[in-house]
């Protein structure tokens, strides 16, 4: 059965760093390409960060040189280290895989349940 389970969310002031966690199971996470999303309160999902199966990775212009997505194949586990934080990175933040060796940019196939970030001024 093919599970993404986040971890990692939680409060702290503008500035301050968090590392999300994503342990996945039932397939292998390095071989799809794997995405962190995330929607604050009133907005839309939006797409934060990608990692495709051959380690390339994109991210959304508004976190570049903060947020940094990685992998460790050992543990089948995706990550996301989201440092200087903003009052505006407050949101839920999912994990996600697409069913492809390379990100597509589009709708994601499987998601965890989410991980709440808030950041206070």
């Known amino acids: 059965q093919v599970q993404l389970v986040e971890s990692g969310g939680g409060s702290v002031q503008a500035g301050g760093s968090l590392r999300l966690s994503c342990a996945a199971s039932?397939?292998?996470?390095?071989?799809?390409?794997m995405g962190w999303w995330r929607q604050a309160p009133g907005k839309e999902r939006e797409g934060v960060a990608a990692?495709?199966?051959?380690?390339?990775?994109s991210y959304v212009d508004s976190v570049k040189g903060r947020f940094t997505i990685s992998q460790d194949n050992a543990k089948n586990t995706l990550y996301l280290q989201m440092n200087s934080l903003k009052p505006e990175d407050t949101a839920m933040y999912y994990c996600a895989a697409e069913w492809a060796r390379h990100c597509s940019g589009g709708v994601m196939d499987h998601w965890g349940k989410g991980t709440l970030v808030t950041i206070s001024s």
């Open positions: 039932g397939f292998t996470a390095s071989n799809y390409c």
């Open positions: 990692i495709d199966s051959d380690g390339s990775t």
